[in-house]
């Protein structure tokens, strides 16, 4: 790894790099003549100024690269927007702010980032309890754990079968819905803990609307650094499989319970279950759930969704304005994988936001009554101004 004076720089294969902005934490995956060109504008900031083309030319040092005058100009514009030209925090200031924030601002509607704090630090202090809770050893009794529950699922199918979640009072509902929320939480710090693990960085956790739907987020884009495959993964599969554990435990205790004569509540077999329930949708990777991060890894494809509704868009032969930096053609491999993927996503991904409006009204129509459908409909009339920018986006050059 080598570094620069606001990001990190990782060779990765096939002679690209990937380039991590230090305070921002945002990833770009780029060829050696536009990470060389980076690294000429961060150590001559005249050059990446707004100045005119002659003025920054008498300012900076000369570029002595390969790339033209269009693609310099084109590339200083890219790395502005992404802000890689913005200076680093020092690691001392940035010690010294709050670990937690607000988040008013919405640049993506499917995913309202509205808290967050930065648990880096605290997930230091505990890598030795990190170390002992994923050590193979661990991993192995978890995977004992989930046979066993299976084992006695296969045992006594009553236990499944004869579940009525209709006759649940509002009580029982309300602490199975604190105990998916605390599984939540576990959840993300799953996937943080497992990060810390493998010596990658946990910046950002915190609470978000997905779809509108309340759910909770945890950044551990630090993978794109790991060069085994199989980190990557254990990272991301880290939620889901505590989820699993979680259900087997519930599951173990409710049957040891009943051997033991007692009377087990219920609510620990409805709780086992939609936790399982949840963790097969997150693995749904149409949407970018664990599961989409999953597809992406394993297919190779960075960017995976993003890729593939272009792929859509250009089989459309719809126009747009020339990349003054083209990337090199698709295979017919991964061509094939993107318009297979883009055209399932946009099939699906219509009905995943109408459940999600639908959800939002089902909620606010207990509170305020028919006022909800005048918000639901000013909720609608955002996502429309949403997907307006988006279908820009889709002519922008990438």
């Excluded at 889901?240 to 049957?255: D, N, P």
């Excluded at 946009?346 to 129509?365: K, M, N, S």
Aim: charged share 15%; glycine share 8%.
């Amino acid at each position: 790894m080598s570094t620069a004076s606001a990001f990190d720089i990782h060779e990765i294969e096939n002679n690209l790099f990937l380039v991590q902005h230090r305070s921002s934490r945002k990833f770009i995956r780029m060829g050696p003549r536009e990470t060389e060109y980076l690294q000429y504008l961060a150590s001559t900031p005249a050059a990446a100024s707004s100045a005119p083309q002659g003025e920054a030319a008498e300012q900076a040092a000369p570029y002595a690269g390969s790339l033209s005058e269009e693609e310099q100009a084109y590339l200083a514009s890219k790395f502005g927007e992404w802000g890689f030209l913005d200076p680093a925090v020092p690691e001392e200031e940035a010690a010294g702010t709050r670990k937690w924030r607000f988040n008013w601002r919405i640049d993506d509607l499917t995913t309202i980032k509205f808290f967050s704090v930065d648990p880096d630090a605290w997930l230091d202090r505990r890598l030795p309890l990190i170390r002992s809770l994923l050590h193979p050893a661990a991993i192995a009794a978890y995977g004992l754990v989930m046979l066993g529950a299976l084992a006695l699922l296969l045992a006594q199918p009553q236990l499944a079968v004869g579940l009525d979640p209709y006759g649940l009072g509002w009580a029982q509902y309300a602490a199975i819905y604190a105990m998916i929320v605390l599984t939540t939480v576990i959840h993300e710090l799953g996937h943080g803990m497992t990060c810390k693990y493998y010596g990658g960085r946990v910046k950002q956790m915190g609470a978000m609307l997905f779809y509108f739907s309340p759910a909770m987020f945890c950044d551990v884009s630090d993978t794109y650094t790991f060069r085994r495959r199989r980190h990557k993964m254990a990272v991301l599969a880290a939620g889901v499989f505590s989820q699993w554990l979680l259900s087997s435990l519930a599951i173990l205790a409710y049957g040891g319970l009943q051997a033991a004569g007692a009377q087990p509540s219920e609510l620990l077999l409805y709780y086992a279950f939609a936790n399982v329930g949840m963790s097969v949708l997150n693995l749904m990777p149409l949407v970018k759930l664990d599961g989409y991060w999953m597809l992406s890894h394993c297919l190779g494809i960075a960017n995976l969704r993003s890729k593939a509704f272009r792929s859509l868009w250009s089989l459309l032969r719809l126009p747009g304005p020339r990349d003054p930096i083209a990337a090199s053609p698709p295979s017919r491999r991964e061509r094939s994988i993107l318009l297979a993927y883009g055209a399932a996503a946009a099939a699906f991904t219509p009905c995943f936001w109408l459940w999600g409006i639908l959800q939002v009204q089902e909620r606010l129509q207990g509170w305020i009554g028919a006022f909800s459908f005048l918000v639901t409909a000013g909720i609608a009339v955002v996502m429309l101004y949403h997907m307006g920018k988006f279908f820009r986006t889709m002519r922008q050059p990438a």
